[in-house]
């Protein structure tokens, strides 16, 4: 998977929603956003069909250790104990023949904790 989609499916775990957007033209794409308090009610879909428009202010788990970190803490939620396991298993399996899986998990990418984070909600595919 690339990083866009990889990025995707962890915002979607974190509360990102797909709206609705209308251009001039009359036509309709998705985005992907985060919505916060105070910004008008956005039209929520889930319409898959409708082309992709640009994304704009997602985190980039793959690269960004601080914004993997708050992804994690949506594992770490009620009913969710067994993803914790299955993270840890998963992240040493992202980590396999590297010069850090000596060392453990502590040391993992960004781009390693996605993937494990990916395949650990079960929206990993491999190519």
């Known amino acids: 998977m690339n990083r866009d989609e990889i990025n995707m499916i962890i915002a979607e775990t974190c509360c990102a929603k797909w709206v609705v957007v209308s251009r001039s033209d009359g036509s309709k794409s998705r985005s992907l956003v985060f919505v916060w308090g105070g910004m008008p009610e956005p039209t929520y879909t ?27 803490k949506f ?26 899986a000596r060392i ?7 781009r390693q904790r996605a993937v494990a984070y990916s395949r650990t909600i079960g929206k990993w595919r491999d190519e």
């Open 46 to 72: 889930s319409d898959m069909s409708l082309p992709v428009c640009q994304i704009h202010h997602l985190p980039d788990y793959c690269g960004d250790l601080n914004a993997m970190h708050e992804a994690e």
């Open 75 to 100: 594992l770490d939620v009620p009913n969710t104990g067994s993803w914790i396991a299955s993270y840890e298993g998963n992240l040493r399996v992202a980590m396999a023949h590297t010069p850090e």
């Open 104 to 110: 453990g998990t502590l040391h993992a990418t960004a």
